[in-house]
């Protein structure tokens, strides 16, 4: 099973690693405990909004950078650990429809449609 907070601490990790700085430093400027900024970036404790904020901004870097570049791996993970369409039942694939609409249907929304169309 692919656990967030393994994907999270290893992202954490390589962008400290990277900047070249050390947990006693990532720590002391995002007021966290050596010891628990350690376990978060081992994958042993879930960390909070409000922490995972506290060390991005130690590190320099948005909390929306991290999260996409740890969206982006688990994506990745998932796509390998997923059943190749072959090796799945016919009767378990999803329909394939035979023809593509024209376009979106913006559901009764005239004013979306005339924007999207400007």
């Given at each position: 099973m692919i656990l967030l907070r393994q994907l999270l601490g290893d992202v954490l990790r390589r962008l400290r690693v990277r900047q070249n700085r050390t947990l006693r430093e990532v720590s002391t400027l995002a007021r966290v405990s050596l010891g628990y900024l350690s376990e978060v970036e081992r994958?042993?404790?879930?960390?909070?909004?409000?922490?995972?904020?506290?060390?991005?901004?130690?590190?320099?870097?948005?909390?929306?950078?991290?999260?996409?570049?740890?969206?982006?791996?688990?994506?990745?993970?998932?796509?390998?650990a997923a059943p190749v369409l072959a090796d799945v039942p016919e009767h378990e694939r999803l329909p394939i429809p035979e023809t593509v609409p024209a376009g979106p249907d913006f559901g009764g929304f005239p004013e979306v449609k005339d924007m999207v169309a400007a």
């Amino acid at each position: 099973m692919i656990l967030l907070r393994q994907l999270l601490g290893d992202v954490l990790r390589r962008l400290r690693v990277r900047q070249n700085r050390t947990l006693r430093e990532v720590s002391t400027l995002a007021r966290v405990s050596l010891g628990y900024l350690s376990e978060v970036e081992r994958g042993q404790k879930e960390a909070s909004s409000e922490l995972l904020a506290s060390i991005c901004g130690a590190l320099g870097v948005p909390l929306s950078q991290v999260l996409r570049e740890v969206s982006d791996q688990f994506a990745l993970a998932e796509l390998q650990a997923a059943p190749v369409l072959a090796d799945v039942p016919e009767h378990e694939r999803l329909p394939i429809p035979e023809t593509v609409p024209a376009g979106p249907d913006f559901g009764g929304f005239p004013e979306v449609k005339d924007m999207v169309a400007a």
